[in-house]
């Protein structure tokens, strides 16, 4: 749908162009959604340690400064298939939590799927020759996957807050 829209009008004209074009934004995309929900979760956590401090500027910022600012992909083990990681490192108890709710929700463990792929997929281009790269998904899977795991996104603050 989005790649037709975008680049349907120059295979008939250019089609190098228009193979070039949809490489090119395919990894534009998505860099641009990777990079979004990197900056959302940063900042829902950021807000959810805020909260429990109670405003402790200094507290949170002890967070933001060591587990989030140029550690965020670090936060998770992007090649798996769930975010136990990430949830274990709120502890045992939260983890436990968390899990039984993934769990308990399907929905849910494949909205954190699609984000862990966008994620891998992310770091692989990112970490990889760009221009070189072969990216696997289309620009319409690309979308998908992007909407599926902003729905993981959505649900994290209710999570952290065990609502």
Not at 23 to 37: D, F, I, P, V, W
Not at 117 to 126: A, D, F, S
């Amino acid at each position: 749908m989005l790649h037709d829209a975008v680049v349907g009008n120059l295979l008939g004209t250019e089609p190098s162009l228009a193979v070039e074009s949809s490489t090119t934004l395919s990894k534009a995309l998505l860099l641009a959604g990777a990079s979004e929900l990197e900056f959302d979760i940063q900042r829902i956590v950021t807000d959810y340690f805020n909260e429990v401090t109670h405003g402790n500027a200094d507290a949170t910022q002890f967070v933001v400064k060591k587990a989030l600012t140029r550690q965020y992909h670090t936060l998770f083990e992007w090649s798996g298939s769930n975010v136990n990681s990430f949830f274990a490192l709120f502890g045992a108890d939260f983890k436990a939590y968390a899990v039984a709710r993934v769990k308990a929700d399907p929905e849910l463990g494949e909205q954190i799927k699609a984000f862990l792929r966008l994620g891998q997929h992310r770091n692989e281009l990112v970490h990889g020759n760009f221009v070189a790269f072969s990216l696997s998904l289309s620009i319409d899977e690309i979308v998908e996957l992007y909407g599926e795991a902003t729905l993981f996104r959505d649900a994290l603050p209710g999570i952290l807050r065990r609502k």
